[in-house]
């Protein structure tokens, strides 16, 4: 479920960017921005490019003030995919960074931003971060989810979600297609008592949200179209 799409228009990373600085939570170098006496908490959990990514940071920042704190982790530790490694291929890079144990981390970032007096979070994954995104949906650490052109995410992951969940797919994605964006959408209708947002963007491919250029005004309004929604759900139900 990894391919070309996954990694195109890479990001020049800057670890000095942003608005926010870098700390350690919960063992990670992890990109914070926002209030720290904020008891509203957003996690943002990359795709294969990892939290030096510039429009990512630009991401937490702009949900920063919205009035969340908000925390990028490095849950590649140090270790991004790099496409001019032809050594290392996507395929081997991903056997070195398994969803599962990000997932585990993922819970004890959340268990280190409750213990600062965060009352309630909202997580969202980009890609590879949306299977991480949804690990944590299952088990209800969290108040809220959004996935954003999702890698490796399955139907049976969406039937076991337990927490309000948005799904921001696109239309030209070999990753997660609309004929899948729409099956998740059914199998939520279906749930009792878990509210969702699933939609599909016409006209951008996998990895739109976070992977613009900037110089593309019509890319970055899409993009931005796509945070506005996200921000409109973790608005709704972290709180």
């Not at 600062?116 to 108040?143: D, M, P, R, T």
């Not at 927490?163 to 099956?183: C, Q, R, T």
Request: hydrophobic share 45%; glycine share 8%.
């Amino acid at each position: 479920m990894s391919g070309p799409q996954c990694c195109s228009n890479p990001p020049v990373l800057d670890r000095s960017g942003g608005a926010g600085h870098v700390e350690k939570l919960a063992g990670l170098d992890t990109y914070v921005t926002g209030s720290p006496d904020s008891k509203l908490a957003i996690l943002l959990i990359s795709d294969v490019f990892g939290y030096d990514a510039p429009n990512l940071r630009k991401l937490a920042d702009k949900s920063a003030a919205a009035g969340f704190f908000v925390v990028v982790p490095d849950f590649l530790h140090g270790d991004p995919y790099v496409p001019e490694n032809a050594e290392r291929p996507i395929s081997a890079w991903i056997k070195d960074h398994g969803t599962d144990k990000a997932a585990v981390e993922a819970k004890s970032v959340v268990e280190a931003l409750r213990s600062k007096g965060v009352s309630s979070v909202g997580a969202a994954g980009f890609c590879w971060g949306a299977k991480v995104v949804v690990e944590l949906a299952k088990i209800g650490i969290i108040q809220a989810a959004v996935l954003l052109h999702p890698s490796f995410v399955t139907v049976e992951d969406i039937n076991e979600v337990k927490v309000p969940i948005s799904v921001l797919g696109a239309e030209n994605d070999h990753i997660s297609p609309p004929e899948l964006v729409k099956k998740f959408e059914e199998v939520l209708l279906g749930k009792s008592g878990v509210e969702s947002f699933v939609k599909v963007f016409p006209k951008v491919a996998h990895g739109w949200t976070v992977r613009y250029k900037v110089e593309d005004q019509e890319a970055v309004t899409k993009a931005e179209e796509a945070h506005g929604d996200l921000l409109a759900w973790f608005s709704k139900h972290v709180k």
